[in-house]
């Protein structure tokens, strides 16, 4: 196999790296320089310009250039530039495109196998068109790890005989990921992850953009002016990590005037902190995930360019009780973890095994319209489950495999990722057998099989789909799935509990009208604990109707041993 390379498809910047000697090193371009800006632009003739060049050409075609374009990965949102409607993977493989180029003129040869990372809470459909960006660019796709575990790699790479749980901070450009990792004796496993993909650097910018705008009349901005202001912004932000102020200056900016804001440190700060703050829940929810208290933890550290704010910093200290670990850059560190896995995948590395995790519950919708989890969120992957499952209607003819993603005890609360039927011959209820299985592989990309084990037919079905669902709601649904907890395993075991009321009043309906032998008194009693059962049901009283269950349960035994009898002993 050629060199693997590792890759950090970053939303403001992205990089390439390759294991050399033993040691994993960043590529740079013709420019000698490794960091490129994940920005294209579409010059009058169509031509895409990448990295550099086009931020060079953003100011004379800022309508024609992209950024941020990974917040779109996996959404069936297409970009429309000079007429022509792009799909985002699209837009993201002409950046790796650019790579793979600068690559080849560093290392002299054609380079095909790549290692991409992706944040730990990108979904299916999010992973999958990252693939496939990177198949698009001419990559073969190795691996796909979530970026913390890259960056945790990268740090423990030269502490392979220590034992340490270590959590990892990323706050990007674009996103935002905390994991918790434990390194022992060359194991990388990571115990739970949490974040949001669209939570990070750009939503400062544009609060801190609205600021300086206010203050300079707050009049409607062409094109051209953003990209001015957003540039000085950006520029005052990153001075502000080490001043207490900096002076924005954009000569000939209205009216041919030029124009001159002052930005402290600490308006920079009232404008971050409320975005900042949103990434306390997270970190408070992956220790409870990983099922650890603070003082467990031996080491945070930071990545991603974000965290060289002090405010950054501070509340990672506030929150963990430790000084976070600044030795990584935290611009590099991700690409360097990357390329350590391509160097694990090639042989270059040794002695190192990396075990991931899914970051969300994958099941299906059974009868009664319940979530059955078949992968539980925080799975080690690669990972395979699955269950049996029959039918709740006699003589039906298919079962709908219905594929869903969350935390919620009822399927409609959740979201469906895909679904397809699987037909077999008709039986009566509870006959047919039908077993479902799930598997995510090392990139974390799900495929569900189902199989009638009668016929041994089955059916597969690769999830490529996209899911539109903003990180927003993936965060306010890991928020509901707590605050709704109760009242959901109440409605869950009010649903169990109705189910089995319903199947036993029919099956005793059933006996009754066959008779079975049944005495007066034997009928009278069932009679009565049916009757309780329909007025609990009537009632909607759970506990009522968990009595009334196990009553007729009881009531029904010799019942039911007649009928199994006569079933057995039918010709």
């Known amino acids: 196999m050629n060199d693997i390379v590792g890759i950090d498809l970053g939303t403001t910047n992205s990089l390439i790296g390759v294991m050399e000697t033993g040691f994993p090193i960043l590529l740079a371009d013709a420019d000698g320089e490794r960091l490129t800006p994940s920005v294209v632009c579409f010059d009058a003739a169509g031509e895409a310009l990448v990295g550099r060049a086009a931020v060079r050409a953003e100011l004379a075609a800022p309508d024609a250039t992209i950024r941020s374009i990974k917040r779109q990965m996996g959404s069936r949102e297409l970009v429309s530039i000079r007429g022509k409607r792009i799909a985002p993977e699209m837009i993201s493989s002409l950046i790796l495109g650019k790579l793979k180029l600068d690559a080849e003129r560093a290392l002299g040869h054609v380079i095909t196998h790549a290692v991409i990372t992706v944040p730990a809470y990108f979904n299916d459909g999010q992973r999958n068109a990252t693939k496939k960006a990177a198949e698009l660019a001419g990559f073969s796709v190795e691996r796909i790890i979530n970026e913390p575990t890259a960056a945790a790699l990268a740090y ?24 918790i990792l434990e390194l022992s004796d060359g194991l990388f496993e990571v115990l739970a992850t949490n974040g949001n993909t669209r939570l990070g650097g750009d939503d400062i910018d544009k ?200 935390e919620r005890e009822m399927a409609r609360d959740n979201w469906p990722l895909g679904e397809f039927s699987l037909e077999f011959a008709p039986a009566p209820k509870g006959i047919p057998r039908i077993g479902v299985q799930f598997e995510i592989d090392v990139n974390g990309i799900l495929k569900v099989l189902a199989r ?101 349960d009881a009531a029904t035994q010799s019942l039911a041993a007649r009928v199994i009898e006569q079933i057995t002993l039918a010709p």
């Open 156 to 179: 423990g790479l030269d502490r392979l005989d220590t034992k340490s749980k270590i959590a990892v901070y990323d706050l990007g450009g674009g996103t935002f990921d905390v994991s």
């Open 207 to 406: 609060s801190l953009m609205q600021l300086v705008a206010s203050r300079i009349g707050g009049a409607a901005l062409t094109s051209e002016q953003r990209v001015k202001l957003r540039e000085a912004v950006v520029n005052a932000k990153h001075r502000l990590s080490s001043e207490e102020a900096a002076s924005i200056g954009l000569p000939f900016f209205s009216d041919a005037q030029n124009v001159s804001v002052e930005l402290t440190r600490e308006e920079l700060e009232s404008v971050a902190g409320p975005i900042i703050e949103r990434t306390r829940a997270h970190c408070l929810r992956v220790l409870a995930d990983a099922k650890l208290e603070v003082g467990d933890i031996d080491e945070v550290i930071l990545v991603g360019g974000v965290t060289r704010m002090p405010l950054v910093r501070k509340l990672v200290g506030e929150i963990f009780k430790r000084e976070p670990n600044t030795s990584q850059n935290p611009d590099e560190a991700v690409a360097l973890g990357a390329t350590i896995q391509a160097g694990i995948l090639s042989g270059a590395v040794q002695n190192v095994v990396l075990l991931d995790v899914t970051p969300l519950s994958l099941g299906i919708e059974t009868f009664g319209g319940l979530m059955n989890v078949i992968i539980p969120r925080n799975s080690t992957i690669p990972t395979k489950a699955g269950e049996m499952f029959t039918t709740g209607v006699s003589n039906q003819r298919a079962m709908l495999i219905k594929v869903l993603q969350g």
């Open 452 to 552: 009638d084990t009668k016929t041994g037919v089955e059916k597969i079905m690769k999830l490529t789909s996209a899911i539109d669902v903003s990180d927003d709601a993936v965060e306010a649904m890991l928020a509901d799935s707590l605050d709704n907890a109760f009242e959901d395993m109440s409605e869950r075991v009010w649903t169990e509990a109705k189910l089995k009321a319903e199947e036993t009043l029919l099956a005793v309906d059933s006996a009754l009208a066959i008779s079975y032998d049944t005495t007066v008194l034997e009928r009278q009693e069932i009679d009565l604990r049916a009757g309780e059962v329909r007025t609990a049901l009537s009632a909607h009283d759970v506990n009522a109707l968990k009595v009334a269950n196990a009553a007729l």
